[in-house]
């Protein structure tokens, strides 16, 4: 049934751009555990369907839109973080609104009917097309060996920020790199699981993963590994209960992370 299944070419790039989607989320993922980035990362997870509206407007691909908001919004928030006093939650609140809004505004703005935008939201895994792999594995690529040539100064970076600067790591250009490979990240998940629903994704598989490892290296490893059976999973109960497969692999995670945490809690108890 499954090597019938997988003749379709809609089904195949559907589980190349999950594992791929796996692959960005579960390097990512830990970092946004480590430095408690998550609201952040949601923020700019929401500023890229303004991106998505402005490519419709301008008639380019809506992901190349999205790249470039994405990383306007994560080079603002980090230029907000350090250059002023101001509680990074309030400009991130403000992208996420203004990020969202200016999407509706361009996709009324856009030219013909207007674009269905489920698939941005809440994912549609099934609708990725041939030439969404080729950006998606292009950005993984970018973020792959990106993490790997810096990988001993963004470990510091990440556990102790202070004593990075004083041996002479530049904090702040691993804190702009790391927020805009957050920002390459999203957009990497985006057709996944949607824009509404990718936080799931980039902090579920880390978190789990770091309640049985605190090493950095198997973080990440276990985190690819968990994101693609999620998604893999999740993709396979879409299909049998017919359901939007976005949700499908979301309220997998969310469940699966639920039982691995009250499984955690009542084996503390006993111990």
């Not at 998505?52 to 691909?61: H, K, N, R, V």
């Not at 949607?194 to 799931?200: E, Q, S, T, V």
């Amino acid at each position: 049934m499954i090597d019938s299944l997988m003749q379709y070419k809609f089904l195949q790039n559907a589980v190349i751009s999950a594992i791929l989607a796996s692959i960005a989320c579960g390097i990512i993922g830990p970092v946004i555990i480590e430095k408690r980035l998550v609201m952040m990362s949601g923020g700019i997870a929401h500023t890229a369907f303004g991106g998505i509206g402005l490519g419709f407007l301008l008639g380019i691909e809506p992901i190349i839109g999205a790249i470039l908001v994405t990383l306007g919004a994560a080079m603002g928030v980090v230029a907000i973080k350090r250059k002023t006093s101001m509680n990074t939650d309030i400009p991130i609140g403000i992208f996420w609104a203004a990020g969202m809004s200016l999407g509706i505004l361009f996709i009324a703005l856009s030219p013909g009917y207007p674009p269905d935008m489920t698939s941005y939201l809440f994912g549609d895994i099934l609708m990725v097309s041939r030439d969404n792999l080729y950006v998606i594995l292009v950005l993984d690529l970018l973020i792959f060996f990106t993490v790997i040539a810096l990988f001993h100064p963004i470990k510091a970076y990440l556990f102790d920020e202070e004593f990075s600067t004083v041996i002479g790591i530049k904090t702040a250009f691993i804190e702009v790199l790391l927020f805009a490979l957050i920002a390459l990240t999203v957009v990497v998940v985006i057709h996944v699981i949607g824009i509404i629903l990718i936080m799931a994704l980039l902090t579920a598989p880390p978190a789990i993963a770091r309640m049985f490892t605190h090493d950095l290296k198997r973080v990440m490893l276990y985190s690819i590994l968990l994101g693609a059976f999620f998604t893999l999973s999740g993709l396979w109960i879409s299909y049998v209960l017919n359901i939007p497969s976005g949700a499908a692999i979301a309220l997998f995670i969310s469940l699966v992370y639920g039982a691995v945490s009250g499984i955690r809690v009542l084996v503390q108890r006993k111990r």
